[in-house]
Nanobody, 117 residues
Framework: QVQLVESGGGLVQPGGSLRLSCTAS????????LGWHRQAPGKEREMIAT????????MYAENFKGRFTISRDSAKNTVYLQMNSLKLEDTAIYYC??????????WGRGTQVTVSS
């Protein structure tokens, strides 16, 4: 079993920055990748970025290249999402995602990010 817990959400002004964290626990060795998705009000959940736990290879959805950066700290079993130049439309619930070698997809409970002046 793997558990994912997000933190770091909150209220930020347009143009500001925020860093989200997601810490994995449990059967860490089974995880091959971690990532972030988000779901804005009235919209479908969309992928932001993923990163492999081994080589640290990152992949971004086209819409998020440039402003968002995913990284990981293997020693802390934590993946981060650095978000810069935030816009009103970045308001959403941000979910941590994990993929295991057994074919499971896991989700955290989400953390709210609100961009507002």
């Amino acid at each position: 079993q793997v558990q994912l817990v997000e933190s770091g959400g909150g209220l930020v002004q347009p143009g500001g920055s925020l860093r989200l964290s997601c810490t994995a626990s449990g059967d860490i060795a089974s995880i091959y990748g971690l990532g972030w998705h988000r779901q804005a009000p009235g919209k479908e959940r969309e992928m932001i970025a993923t990163i492999t736990t081994g080589a640290g290879d990152a992949m971004y959805a086209e819409n998020f290249k440039g402003r968002f950066t995913i990284s990981r700290d293997s020693a802390k079993n934590t993946v981060y999402l650095q978000m810069n130049s935030l816009k009103l439309e970045d308001t959403a619930i941000y979910y941590c995602w994990g993929g295991t070698r057994y074919g499971q997809e896991l989700w955290g409970r989400g953390t709210q990010v609100t961009v507002s002046s």
